[in-house]
């Protein structure tokens, strides 16, 4: 069968049209789990941080109800505020961080809009999105791995989104002449039947047939699944996935892959490679003053990158620590930990906190009763060798209202219990995790540290 005649009989297959017109979480309708439908691209964390702005630190109790379905009109911007690390939150109030005041003080600048859209792109590069720490980095990565099992490498990947970007400033019309958009469209193959596979072994010809047919399709706002065909109906007006959305989907991608996955002498050299490639695609923009920008800030920028590249390690286990007095740390003060000088006094914080769970526990790893571990003598110390867990993980300690850098959220492990949570197979994860959690979670809560077992499989990405 030629290609067309293949997707029109998927698209009177019900299950595989929904799928595809879905942008729900989970959905195969989209790449990139922030992107949805209150944001659309990235310049709506402008729109996110201005309505953030206009109630920080005012308790969530104040907030406006929309009239129409009862919800604060803030409520739409929580998670992409929190989980990119713009805005943090305690008492119930939200409060711009060290992050935060930078981000503000870009939106006050007077950048360009695509001056804006690279700083915002740098800021999020750590955001922990879909609670997965560099969570860009990794989506990215994820995509051109699904490619690659289909024959296109990473550089035939990249060269599409290249291709596509260079071409975005068309009409929407015309996008659906563009490859990028069926790769967009069906990256992920539903069950048994992959169509991206198929687009892609097909001739010129036919995917020249089946994108004009695309194209042709009605889309307007009125419009039935019965009426059109999964991509058009996806697009159709006023739906949630426009072509704005398609667009940030491959600058993200693209800038990632390009800037993420290759090394560099230093911070300030990753810097310049990001806005050189930048300015490759747009060359209208004032490269000294966006750098300029970023050496105001730069202890927040250096720690976004120090982050991406794992030049910050922020294990409870390192050897040769300095000793630390704990009269000389605040144990009480939730750390920001949006910018570099955030990181001395995590340091500090935990060189104590990891100490004291040691002596709580007797050096005995907290899932003994259940595995029975086996124990060697640490010649440093003298006593069980046992590494320190944060259950909570670090990752998403901006969630909390409170610090979660407390002798309660630090657990004592085993070697082999230790990798057991972070690298098991999940049925084996799951009962550790349920056992540390039924010991730790009243504790916690004593902390302001409220957390169901839910959540807490969901932080591991453990599928219930």
Known sequence: MELLNIYKDLCRNNRWYDAYCSTGENSNGKILYFLNTNYRNLWVFE???????????IGRDQWIHHE??????????????????????????????KKGLAFGDMLDSDFSKEERWILIYLTILNGYFANIPNYINVRSNEIVNIMEKRGVNREKYISVLKSFIDSCDIGTEEIFMHDYLYFDSFYKEFEDIDFLQMFINAREDERKELKEYVQNQPRNREITKEETCTISYKYKSTGSY???????????????LILLNNSYKNYEDFIDYALFRYNELYKNIDIDKIKSFIVDHEAVYKLIYEELFNIIQYSLN?????????????????????????????????TVLKKLAKVNS????????????????????????????????????NDFENSIEVVENYVTLCPHC???????????????????YLKRKELLHEKGLDISEKDLKDYYLIEN
Do not use: W
């Open 418 to 436: 230790h990798r057991l949570v972070h690298l098991g197979e999940d049925v084996e994860r799951k009962p550790a995790l349920h056992n540390l």
């Open 362 to 397: 007797n050096y005995r790893c907290e899932l003994e009763d259940f595995y029975g571990c086996q124990y060697f003598t640490s010649k440093e110390s003298h006593k069980n060798y046992v590494e320190v867990h944060h259950l909570i993980p670090r990752a998403v300690g």
């Open 47 to 57: 729109a996110g941080y201005d309505v953030f702005k206009e109630i920080e630190n």
């Open 242 to 256: 426009v072509k704005s959305t398609l667009v940030d989907n491959a600058k993200i991608q693209y800038f990632s």
């Open 68 to 97: 129409n379905h009862g919800e604060e009109k803030e409520k739409q911007h929580t998670v992409n505020m929190l989980k990119s690390k713009i805005f943090s939150r305690a008492s119930n109030k939200y409060y711009r961080n």
């Open 318 to 350: 390192f050897r040769d620590e300095k000793e630390v007095n704990e009269q000389d740390v605040d144990l009480n003060e939730k750390i920001d930990d949006t910018d570099m000088y955030a990181v001395e006094k995590y340091n500090k914080v935990s």
